[in-house]
Each structure stands twice: as structure tokens, then as C-alpha cells.
């Protein structure tokens, strides 16, 4: 079958292709360039089609390389870990709110959300891609304390990597917020740190 070529100037299709390989934005346009490419009878078409989709391609590998550098390297992990740790002091915070609105502390995280304005209760410190699940939250029988903490990289409850909350002293004693250790998952032993 012979195409025949319509007389419209190539280079408007041929730009589209070549803003493929624009960082993020490129992704969009390669899908765009790719679409027109595939419907146009412009002579160059099949040109435009290959650059588009290369520079889709790169999008794509670097977006890979941009995600996998950022949950591996060293200073992201160490930097998502102390977001982590503050998120937690402010979930500290919020249980104090509650406490002293309620007159106790919540049964679960979840009532939290409700109560006191705290919109992140999901752990994020086993990365953007794990499961959401809220961070881990214990009432102690007393009812005067709790732990809470995240599970850290490894996604895994009581394991080295969890990460308890950034409090200062001054916070912390003014808290019902107790390191649980993974043994008895009880309130710790009164010389304990």
C-alpha cells in the first residue's frame, strides 16, 4: 500500500517530539507527539514517532532512577526517617489534645483524626510505595500511656529500624508517651531510659 503524504510542514509535529525530552513534562508530551505521529500523513511522521517515543523512554528511565535513588540513598532514608520522627511528635501532641478534650486517651489512632484535626496518621517510613497503614498505637492498660511509633524501611513492627517520636524533654514528661518494648509490649521497667 503506498501512504500518501500530505503537503503540511513537518516541523510543528516534529517540535511536539522533541519537547518529549523535557523532564516530566516530556512524559505527557512523548504520549501527545506518539498519538499524532501514529494519525498524521505528514512526511516525516514516522521520524517524529521515533523521537517521541525516545524521549517517552528516557522519561520513564529516569523517573525509575529518580525513585530508586530516592528511597535508597543514605541521606533520603536518614532524612525521611526524621520526618517521620516529627510527624510523630505532632501525632504526640494530638493525643494530648484529645486527652484533654475527652478526659482519655483514644482507643485507636483512627478516633484521632476526628477529634483533634490530625490528618496524618499514616506511616510513610517504609517509603512512598509500601502499604499505607496508620502508625502503630498501643493504650497501655492504665490507660495514662501509650506507645506510638513507626515501623521504619524495613515495614516491620518491632524491629531495629522503628522510629519513635522527635519529643524534647519538656514535651515528653508532660506526656503519657512510653517507648513499648517488643518483649512484654507493656509499660516499661522504671529504670528504663
Not at 519537547?19 to 517524529?48: D, E, K, N, Q, Y
Not at 483533634?116 to 510513610?124: A, H, K, P, Q
Amino acid at each position: 500500500m503506498v501512504k500518501v503524504f500530505s503537503g503540511k510542514p513537518n516541523w510543528p509535529l516534529l517540535t511536539l517530539a522533541a519537547l518529549s525530552f523535557i523532564p516530566g513534562f516530556g512524559f505527557l508530551i512523548g504520549a501527545a507527539a506518539i498519538t499524532w505521529a501514529l494519525i498524521s500523513s505528514r512526511s516525516r511522521a514516522r521520524l517524529a514517532l521515533i523521537i517521541a517515543a525516545t524521549g517517552l523512554a528516557g522519561n520513564i528511565a529516569l523517573g525509575v532512577f529518580v525513585y530508586r535513588f530516592a528511597m535508597t540513598d543514605p541521606a533520603m532514608v536518614e532524612a525521611r526517617r526524621e520526618l517521620v520522627a516529627v510527624q510523630l511528635a505532632l501525632v504526640v501532641e494530638g493525643l494530648e489534645a484529645h486527652r484533654a478534650q475527652h478526659g482519655a486517651y483514644p482507643k485507636e489512632l483512627t478516633e484521632l483524626t476526628a477529634s483533634s484535626g490530625i490528618r496524618n496518621i499514616l506511616d510513610v517510613s517504609a517509603g512512598v510505595s509500601a502499604s499505607r497503614k496508620p502508625y502503630q498505637y498501643m493504650l497501655m492498660p492504665d490507660g495514662e500511656h501509650y506507645g506510638v511509633f513507626a515501623v521504619g524501611a524495613d515495614g516491620e513492627p518491632w524491629t531495629a529500624d522503628d522510629i519513635d517520636p522527635k519529643l524534647d524533654d519538656s514535651l515528653q514528661a508532660r506526656t503519657g508517651w512510653v517507648k513499648v518494648f517488643q518483649e512484654t509490649r507493656e509499660l516499661p521497667p522504671a529504670d528504663a531510659p
